[in-house]
């Protein structure tokens, strides 16, 4: 039986999570890194998809629900892809909620997850927005304990979508763009002194937490 922990026992309104879109989104721009599946389009399990949603969930004012999550599964469920999948989005994804939807502006919400739809009536919907400096880190006591979660990231990255839309350099130590924009998935010691003046939007510490705010030792940013 899948494991919940303190997430609520129903699923939020798809008016009240960016994560239905980020599903959508990730299944377009991200493949699948390893296995007799590799190369096609990702996708996420049942009970990924539901710590997705919460983990973006909304109120009423498109502030989010959650600043702060940490995920506990046994080996093998899943846990890292998970997380490579959530840089990715991070990185350059629709991560953050951006306003409310116009009368016929295009709305995922509306299109009830068969892509984009004007949007009508009084209910308010979300649209979403990439981060605008994204800065993703991965952390661990050496930069060696980040190797599996990178190697997944670029698997997902590779021959990818994304890889071709956003003109992705993922050859590197440092996940970034071709053109010299701003942005980087990078991965860093939880103990490293560059940690100090860093502002990232995203980051995993040694645990697999998830977290969004105000710095904190052993939380991610967003």
């Given at each position: 039986m899948p494991l919940t922990g303190n997430l609520p026992t129903s699923i939020p309104a798809r008016s009240r999570s960016l994560g239905y879109e980020i599903m959508r989104w990730a299944e377009r721009y991200i493949v699948q890194p390893d296995g007799e599946h590799a190369g096609r389009p990702w996708s996420f399990s049942p009970e990924q998809l539901r710590f997705l949603v919460w983990l973006y969930a909304i109120d009423d004012n498109g502030r989010w629900v959650?600043?702060?999550?940490?995920?506990?599964?046994?080996?093998?469920?899943?846990?890292?892809?998970?997380?490579?999948?959530?840089?990715?989005?991070?990185?350059?994804?629709?991560?953050?909620?951006?306003?409310?939807?116009?009368?016929?502006?295009?709305?995922?919400?509306?299109?009830?997850?068969?892509?984009?739809?004007?949007?009508?009536?009084?209910?308010?919907?979300?649209?979403?927005?990439?981060?605008?400096?994204?800065?993703?880190?991965?952390?661990?006591?050496?930069?060696?304990?980040?190797?599996?979660?990178?190697?997944?990231?670029?698997?997902?990255?590779?021959?990818?979508?994304?890889?071709?839309?956003?003109?992705?350099?993922?050859?590197?130590?440092?996940?970034?763009?071709?053109?010299?924009?701003?942005?980087?998935?990078?991965?860093v010691t939880s103990s490293s002194r560059g940690l100090e003046g860093a502002r990232p939007t995203f980051a995993r510490p040694r645990q697999r937490s998830f977290c969004r705010g105000r710095p904190m030792p052993i939380c991610c940013l967003r």
């Open positions: 959650y600043r702060t999550a940490a995920l506990r599964r046994a080996k093998g469920w899943g846990k890292t892809p998970l997380l490579a999948a959530i840089a990715i989005i991070e990185f350059i994804g629709p991560a953050r909620f951006s306003h409310w939807a116009q009368q016929g502006e295009p709305c995922y919400t509306c299109g009830g997850g068969a892509g984009k739809k004007p949007h009508s009536g009084p209910e308010k919907h979300p649209i979403a927005k990439r981060v605008p400096l994204p800065l993703v880190q991965i952390a661990a006591t050496s930069l060696d304990q980040t190797a599996n979660t990178r190697d997944m990231i670029r698997g997902m990255l590779a021959e990818s979508p994304a890889e071709r839309e956003f003109r992705l350099d993922i050859g590197k130590g440092i996940i970034q763009f071709k053109d010299g924009r701003p942005g980087r998935i990078e991965p």
